[in-house]
């Protein structure tokens, strides 16, 4: 449900309809913008301000907001299966993410969860990203610049076992083969810190459940499931279509 | 499941055995510690340092660790019924709040929530806090000046009607007829910024709905549904005793 | 995914293929059967007996098969959003329906739930059905008649409130707005019997609870919630195509 | 929530309070009932009609019943984990078990699902059913006769892989490593006939499915969850306490 009009320098801006569909722009535009509801025109969009209305040459309205964070990382590039705002929500309750936290994160995939944990750790903590695939690395990075969240992520195209940091405080694993790489990643841990695995299959979670030595301690295996609900007050009801499964969190802490 | 030391100074520090339970205490004790489990002696625990070994007098072993955030906010006195850090986590990762925002919040309840979200706003961020009810209010206080976040909020014994903030982010309302304050709080926020409702009951989201005016848009109601499975590698299955209900969240988008 | 060929009187049969999907026909169908997989001859089919194998032209092997109640009853033409077999069995077993039960069933809609009551309740047992709208009303008596159920199913294409039954042992209510025919309904139930309701909105099922009188008692509601998983021994996960919302259901018993 | 009284027999009776809480007799009990809310006199038991009051010696009201078949079923002694009329409903709809049918079942357990196929079945139908220990089986074969159900059941104490039926409509196994007598029961089932599998664990289930030879399609997992809500018309909210889970049942079609 995202319109996009080429690559965009910050400020980011959009417009929204009143079904809520995003359309991204920013002011220097040289072109005039395409909607899904008729053409809006360049000298109309670069002289917008937050909060005003703006009409398509069909008669359409919209509302011109400045992108929050939430339009941001809505609006960036994907490649493989991201973790969603619901579970990169979980994941960082859970553990206490917040600003000044160190992070260590493999792999990046296509950087969305990158980009949430960045965003949460500024100004003066760290993400540590590592991730193995050349292309992957390369979208979570152009995601990163984009979001202008790039500054508070270490972003290596490499094996995380390969990780020499210490005393983070949590490390979190959307590997396929976690189990691999558990006692290098466990090193780069403070005392008390957490390892959190991301896995979509039962097969994989029981697999994980058999590696773990005695220093995992405080184990706790969790599905989030979001349960959408139609927005009709007359017939207030479940939706039809929610979301299955996404995956198992997997949530640990290190003694 | 936590064991409480008398009123305690930061640092903060806890001790977990194997069944991974949290005894807290910090380094100015005056008096040996009463565990489950034995005693501990006050000269072991004056002079333990994070991740180091201490014994019971019956030879139980505990690991001492720096309290870390989820410890800290696990260890704050409730009163009335809070907002989980399952849902604390949805409502943040859903609406962006970070470092830097800025969010209203009423009522504050025993102050979980305002304490979540003044973690996650610093340190230039702000979270400004209503509270009608004196107990209420005296409770979240307690609980914000023991984590050490007291600074990041401005706490008010006061309706949230009253509030005169102006381009605010985010306001999260966890009221029982949060449709008698929509407008007011509505004055608050930027625009294009986002309000958020936590109701029990369908009756209250009904008449929520049935309040919203045409300034409300972007509308989604969830349930966030925590399945915890049992973490048996021979015997992975769900759990039995799966938290229930614990509250609808609506998010809304006002322009 | 059903595939069927004219009007068939019974016996009925159905091929499969390895892909699961049925495809109905019957011993007297005059034409070849056109398959998803080929054609498959007039000749072959009217000789095939129950387990045999038979291929269409472009060689695809499927197996033949006596339909069973689950194959028919699938088998009926559907109008009207109907009760599925997840929430029938449900209703069923909680009631303790079976031989001999007499039940009454308003509206009928496409005649779903009547189908399968009317095969639980054989040889002694009656169901006792209303349809007011008379399109619904043929629409189940076709199906009644080609799953051979009719002369255990007394349909009416009437109100529910003029039932003048007694004695019955379970009143089920499909209906829109069941408040209106309460009383009429509870009068052709034996002393202990049980009314079950069927409602998809959470208005509808506040509206019934506040329409209760002290009479209606053990009073239960529930959801239903199927979830499927994916059949892969090595990738064993809940599926992502969950079916979401179907209906309340809400029990009671009447003293 | 069950009071007992004696061993009874049949005409079995039941007193309901406004609780709804179920207190059994019958009416040749020798003695007075002792309920919750106090003594009922055994003159006043034995003279009571279906559907009429009857009063404690403290003034508590209770309205007396006939046992309908949902009543019977619940008042079954029981030793192991049993399948709830949830899963069984599910079961027998999902198989179109009804009167006629044939099942095999494996293991009885405490019975309860063997009273209830029993109940479905009648008057020509049978229920198979194969029970290898002594005690669960003397416990099935005792409320079978309790619910004189037993006529319509052929109960062995023995290893279900000796069965030699043949065409069965459906068999179902309770046990807990099915993949040993697949081969053994297939043989019993009619062409198109449904196997079906009861496991708690993802390990089993991961197990069974590795076990399944190309006889096995139309293969479904699914887990059936219970969500009870609140009867409370101004409060309607789902429940706190939630049954977790029960089991994942495996349905298969032998072709």
């Known amino acids: 449900m995202f ?19 995003r359309i991204y722009f920013n002011e220097t535009t040289k072109n005039d913008l395409q909607t899904y509801a008729g053409v809006i025109k360049q000298k109309d969009i670069i002289k917008a301000k937050p909060g005003s209305k703006i009409k398509s040459h069909i008669g359409k309205e919209f509302i011109v907001l400045d992108a929050d964070f939430v339009d941001k990382i809505k609006s960036i590039r ?6 969603t705002l619901k579970d990169s929500g ?9 600003p000044g936290s160190k992070v260590l994160e493999a792999g990046s995939g296509s950087g969305m969860l990158t980009c949430y944990l960045a965003n949460l750790v500024r100004p003066n903590g ?3 990203s590592y991730e193995i ?12 610049e984009k979001l202008e969240l790039d500054k508070f992520v270490e972003l290596k195209n490499s094996d995380v076992s390969k990780s020499k940091e210490k005393n983070l405080d949590v490390a979190i694993l959307d590997l396929p083969e976690p189990w691999n790489v558990l006692y ?15 896995l979509p299959t039962t097969n994989q979670v029981i697999k994980l459940l058999e590696s773990f030595g005695e220093e995992f301690t405080d184990i706790k295996i969790i599905e989030v499931i979001e349960r959408r609900w139609q927005d009709k007050a007359g017939a207030l009801r479940p939706g039809n279509d929610e979301m299955g499964h996404t995956g198992f969190i997997i949530f640990s802490r290190i003694v």
């Open 184 to 198: 290098s990643v466990m090193k780069t841990l403070k005392p008390g810190g957490r390892m959190v695995f991301y």
């Open 126 to 128: 760290k993400v540590l």
């Open 90 to 98: 979980i994941i960082s309750s859970y553990t206490g993410i917040g």
């Open 133 to 144: 695939r050349e292309d992957f690395y390369k979208l979570t990075k152009e995601n990163l």
């Open 3 to 21: 319109l996009f009009f080429g690559i965009f320098a910050i400020p980011m801006r959009i417009l929204i309809g009143s079904e809520g569909k």
């Open 78 to 83: 994907r490649g493989p299966q991201i973790i």
